[in-house]
């Protein structure tokens, strides 16, 4: 099966502090994707990365950065957390074979900044 | 650019009766469509995939949706509820055969089962 591993699944941090947000994936996936999940809002891309130092912003990229040194790990940066960056992050895997559209989920992490 | 609309954020049915989970999108492409599950405190799992092949499609759990192009719908449908059904539901849409593989999903519909 696939697994999609994320760090941490709780997280509480202080406004201003930097969070890091890990996610490794077991299957050799060249595609991998950080959401945001809000209530109302559904899921919403924040950075992908289709290979290993690739990277592209997704619709809400602001107050986030990411690395991919690996091809299995993928890490969401926030440089300075604030309180509207409390919420559900999701991280997500799929194979280069772009066209079939299915992503492999993560449990998701949800933090809260205080 | 695509985009999905599920309209209802909460259904709430009885159970054994049937469940209708509407969803709308748009496209400037032939689309892949999609379905996935939450259960609460867990990442998302795919339901069923609409990939330009049969327009009703299949999914795990006894769920299916039918594409149909001419209402731009992929709405989701169960005969009978069951309790363990409740959940919050997703719709995703991509860009077909042209796609980047990103997801572009819908607000989300929370699906209750009253006993």
């Known amino acids: 099966d696939v697994k999609v591993t994320q760090s941490s699944r709780y997280l509480v941090k202080r406004t201003g502090e930097k969070v890091f947000l890990e996610c490794v994936q077991d299957?050799?996936?060249?595609?991998m994707f950080w959401y945001r999940q809000d209530p109302g809002l559904g899921l919403r891309l924040i950075y992908f990365?289709?290979?290993?130092?690739?990277?592209e912003k997704g619709d809400i990229p602001e107050g986030y950065s990411v690395s991919r040194e690996k091809k299995e790990r993928f890490s969401l940066i926030l440089e300075s957390a604030s309180t509207n960056q409390t919420s559900m992050y999701l991280c997500?895997?799929?194979?280069?074979?772009?066209?079939?559209?299915?992503?492999?989920f993560g449990e998701g992490s949800r933090l809260t900044v205080l | 650019a695509q985009s999905v609309t599920q309209l209802g954020s909460h259904v709430s049915v009885s159970e054994g009766a049937l469940v209708l989970l509407r969803c709308n999108y748009s496209?400037?492409?032939?689309?892949?469509l999609f379905w996935y599950v939450q259960y609460p405190n867990q990442g998302l799992q795919l339901l069923l995939k609409?990939?330009?092949?049969?327009?009703l499609v299949k999914g795990i759990n006894g769920f299916e949706a039918e594409f149909k192009k001419s209402e731009t719908s992929f709405h989701l449908t169960k005969p009978s509820a069951h309790m363990s059904d409740a959940a919050e539901y997703f719709c995703?849409?991509?860009?077909?055969?042209?796609?980047?593989?990103?997801?572009?999903f819908g607000q989300g519909t929370t699906l209750q089962v009253k006993p």
């Open positions: 997500a895997s799929s194979p280069r074979d772009r066209a079939s559209g299915e992503l492999f």
């Open positions: 496209s400037s492409v032939p689309p892949y």
């Open positions: 609409y990939t330009s092949a049969a327009t």
């Open positions: 995703a849409v991509t860009g077909g055969s042209g796609n980047t593989g990103k997801l572009i």
């Open positions: 299957m050799d996936h060249e595609n």
């Open positions: 990365s289709y290979d290993v130092k690739m990277k």
